[in-house]
């Protein structure tokens, strides 16, 4: 992992409903981390395998992977080593980017080593099918369900994006009257200094009697 450290900023569709895998390579000694800005109390899910490069037979040692997610704060949320497969899932604690980082053991010459990642959260790891199950729902109910959870979270999703972008113009407009004052303060400051040499280089010359 010491050897070099590559980060890829996935944009998961926006209805996670539809997420699919992703396959992608780790090289060996190498981090590559999928980014995914969550929200706080969503749920969360992650699958993973390595693609076996020799179908039939065992998996090398040096192909077997660790994985590791972590919120932005650099806080710990799961973590397996040496493993071929497996999943993650929580609940969001926290607002922001959480990123799932996959590594290799450094091994020469340099292998790639191809893993399958599906990462779905909000109403994408509500389990539907579950839910049919328990209740004598027919289909349409079901289907009205699952359009029911979907705008919730469409409407969940959409007022926190408009949090955020007002965090920003704030951030911006607080930005833009910094720089505002800045340029002014620089501005007579550079008038200051001009009048100033003007005021000198006239005084020197009327001592000279050259004016």
């Known amino acids: 992992m010491e050897a070099g450290l590559i980060v890829f900023i996935v944009i998961l569709p926006y209805l996670s409903a539809i997420a699919k895998s992703i396959r992608f390579n780790v090289e060996s ?121 979907t705008v919730n979270w469409i409407q969940e999703e959409m007022t926190y994006l408009r949090q955020r972008n007002q965090q920003m113009i704030k951030q911006n407009m607080t930005t833009d009257s910094i720089m505002g004052w800045s340029s002014l303060a620089s501005l007579f400051l550079c008038l200051s200094v001009a009048g100033l040499q003007i005021w000198h280089l006239q005084s020197f010359f009327e001592k000279k009697k050259i004016l």
Request: hydrophobic fraction near 35%; charge should be negative.
């Open 29 to 149: 000694g190498v981090t590559k981390c999928i980014t995914e800005d969550l929200r706080i109390k969503s749920m969360t899910v992650g699958e993973y395998w390595v693609v076996n490069p020799n179908e039939g037979q065992p998996l090398p040692e040096h192909h077997k992977i660790y994985v590791g997610v972590f919120h932005e704060t650099e806080r710990r949320l799961y973590e397996a080593r040496g493993v071929e497969s497996g999943q993650f899932g929580f609940e969001v604690a926290l607002d922001g980017k959480h990123n799932a980082c996959f590594a290799t053991i450094p091994h020469e010459p340099a292998v790639n080593t191809s893993v399958d990642f599906n990462w779905r959260s909000a109403v994408a790891v509500q389990a539907w099918t579950k839910v049919a199950k328990k209740g004598s729902v027919d289909a349409m109910e079901l289907e009205l369900k699952k359009m029911e959870g």
